[in-house]
């Protein structure tokens, strides 16, 4: 996406560092040159502002749900792989946590089992 104007800012850095930008996640410097960008270049704007009201959605909807601490960790723990570009595992973090959950399930079953039989 890219208006055709040359900016001092790339719209392909502006749109690659977008969510630092929403999450202000990224030093004042780099954010005032993203603010300048805006001014100039309205469809990144209105990238910008489709993914700020995104954002405003989701903590609308879900933003009053408690996250358990082993999946924030284990997210964060995912981001860290990604950003020190490191090989991360081919299965999402919610399948892994699902499939956790259903060994415990499995183990919990079995545990119950094995004590109804020594009854």
Known sequence: MSCGDPH???C????DHLYEFLDREMP????AKFKEHFDECSPCLEKYGLEQAVKKLVKRCC????VP????????????LIRAG???????????????QQAKG????SRSAR?????
């Not at 004042?28 to 954010?31: A, F, I, K, N, W």
């Not at 933003?63 to 408690?66: A, Q, R, S, T, V």
């Not at 601490?69 to 860290?80: F, P, Y």
């Open 28 to 31: 004042e410097v780099d954010s």
């Open 115 to 119: 004590t109804a039989d020594s009854a």
């Open 69 to 80: 601490a082993d999946l924030r960790s284990k997210v964060m723990g995912r981001i860290e």
């Open 63 to 66: 933003g009053h749900d408690d």
């Open 8 to 10: 001092e800012t790339d």
């Open 12 to 15: 392909s850095e502006v749109l």
């Open 106 to 109: 499995a183990e919990a079953a």
């Open 86 to 100: 490191e090989a991360v595992p081919e299965q999402s973090v919610m399948e892994q946590a699902v499939a956790e």
